[in-house]
């Protein structure tokens, strides 16, 4: 397998499109909110790149479940078994591409995982509990388990807080071989992106999303699909605060300029996840992602005749 990771706004899914083309290789998307019909804007799903001289590149995990519900890791690890396992089984190669680093890892390492349900008793305790508290308690929780599995900075509102509050707790009861099923072998291509053309790449293209419609998307997942505001809101970064503005509680400006914020810092915790793979033994080559396609895809070939030879 490839795997082309990165923070947003970095040029991954062009990146994977042409190396899927390159190959004769089919994308398995690792992105947790793009799993999601209806949210194409805000998720940034850009269909459109997937045609390439006029053939479209086949992908697997976008649009694959309702708005409003909630994907989780479990599901992703499901859903990726079975559609590395159908795209190998043909003789084609899977290449991997997304942000959610979380994911990605999951898979490459094999994390043995389970189903968690809701522990109505345990929601129960916690509900008078603030954001802040809750975040101390997943902290303890964590340390006790040593587990790298939630990132306290992505966790920014009560519901995301009490439901990994509630994972934690389970695997602290029921703790898992996190190596039990076998790693998947592939070959890591990271983009690296300067912070400063990072962060014009992000303002620019947030610009760009609203004049394509995201608010108007939110709306008609609000009014047409019968999708909660909390529901919207517990998606994070544009659905939080385009939210936020279409329901009244935001001005338009205030809406901008924090949801910029908000994307600048995310980006950034997306960098210190790959950066902490490293440490946990991963092999990422990195490019600049200024360079040009051609260079990109020269440089990728090279990696996977070295990697062919090795093997």
């Excluded at 479209?56 to 479940?65: K, M, R, S």
């Excluded at 809406?255 to 991963?282: C, D, P, S, V, Y």
Aim: proline share 2%; charged share 30%.
């Amino acid at each position: 397998m490839i795997t082309i990771l990165g923070p947003t706004a970095c040029g991954k899914t062009a990146l994977a499109v042409k190396v899927a083309a390159m190959t004769g290789g089919e994308i398995i998307s690792a992105d947790s909110r793009q799993v999601y019909r209806g949210m194409d804007i805000g998720t940034g799903k850009d269909l459109s790149e997937y045609i390439v001289d006029g053939k479209a590149i086949p992908y697997h995990l976008i649009d694959i479940e309702d708005a409003g519900q909630k994907y989780n890791l479990f599901r992703f690890q499901k859903d990726f078994n079975a559609a590395y396992e159908d795209i190998t089984r043909r003789g084609v190669l899977p290449i991997l591409c997304g942000g959610t680093g979380l994911y990605m890892e999951a898979v490459l390492k094999g994390y043995a995982l389970s189903p968690v349900e809701q522990d109505e008793k345990l929601r129960k305790k916690l509900s008078t509990r603030t954001l802040d508290e809750l975040k101390e308690l997943l902290s303890r929780l964590k340390a006790r388990n040593g587990s790298a599995m939630h990132n306290i900075t992505d966790v920014d509102t009560v519901s995301r807080a009490v439901r990994a509050i509630e994972i934690e707790f389970h695997n602290l009861k029921h703790p898992l071989d996190t190596r039990s099923m076998p790693a998947v072998n592939s070959l890591i291509v990271g983009l690296d992106v300067d912070r400063e053309v990072r962060r014009e790449r992000i303002t620019a293209r947030l610009k760009a999303r609203l004049q394509e419609g995201m608010v108007e998307e939110v709306s008609g997942l609000l009014k047409n699909n019968g999708v909660t505001k909390e529901d919207l809101m517990y998606y994070g970064l544009e659905y939080k605060y385009v939210t936020a503005y279409v329901v009244g509680e935001m001005s338009y400006n205030d809406m901008f300029n924090q949801l910029e914020i908000a994307i600048h810092q995310f980006a950034k915790r997306q960098m210190t996840w790959f950066r902490g793979m490293e440490r946990r033994g991963f092999i990422i080559h990195w490019l600049n992602a200024s360079m040009s396609m051609d260079d990109k895809l020269a440089q990728i070939e090279q990696w996977m005749s070295e990697e062919k030879e090795t093997v």
